[in-house]
């Protein structure tokens, strides 16, 4: 049996906007409105999610390799079928996430997004 500890708890609940939801991490308190809305995105929140995951798990990867990486941008882009109904479920086509990294040469940038892609 697994011994399991909490990672993370967050929360978000309704505001009485349609379309928009107040979030909660530890004390931090934000707003995600739904697509085309005037505050950040729900979609845009999880896949920002993810790059910053990225970022601060390859530079503590090269960082624990002794591997000097000055710099690293990671972008994320996701795509839908805009002829297909939205539906009650959100599905992506497509998403490509792009690493840039200075300081490192390719073998080294190689290895580095490998290892986080198996993680």
Same mark, same amino acid.
């Given at each position: 049996?697994?011994?399991?500890t909490?990672?993370y708890k967050?929360?978000?609940y309704s505001t009485?906007t349609?379309?928009r939801?107040? *979030?909660?991490? #530890?004390t931090?308190?934000?707003?995600a409105?739904d697509a085309?809305? !005037?505050?950040?995105?729900?979609?845009?929140l999880?896949?920002?999610?993810?790059?910053a *995951?990225?970022?601060?798990?390859?530079? #503590?990867l090269?960082n624990?390799?002794?591997?000097? =990486?000055?710099?690293?941008?990671v972008?994320v882009?996701?795509? &839908?079928?805009s002829?297909?109904?939205?539906g009650?479920i959100? =599905?992506?086509?497509?998403i490509?996430?792009?690493?840039e990294?200075?300081?490192?040469?390719?073998d080294?940038?190689f !290895? =580095?997004? !490998?290892?986080?892609?198996? &993680?």
């Open positions: 049996m697994s011994n399991l909490m990672a967050v929360r978000s009485k349609l379309g939801a107040i *979030c909660n991490a #530890r931090h308190h934000f707003v409105d085309g809305g !005037e505050e950040v995105g729900a979609g845009e999880f896949f920002s999610g993810i790059a *995951c990225a970022v601060n798990m390859v530079e #503590r090269a624990t390799g002794n591997i000097t =990486l000055d710099w690293m941008d972008g882009e996701a795509w &839908r079928d002829d297909k109904p939205a009650d959100t =599905l992506y086509d497509a490509k996430i792009n690493f990294m200075w300081g490192v040469d390719d080294q940038a !290895e =580095l997004v !490998e290892t986080w892609k198996k &993680r």
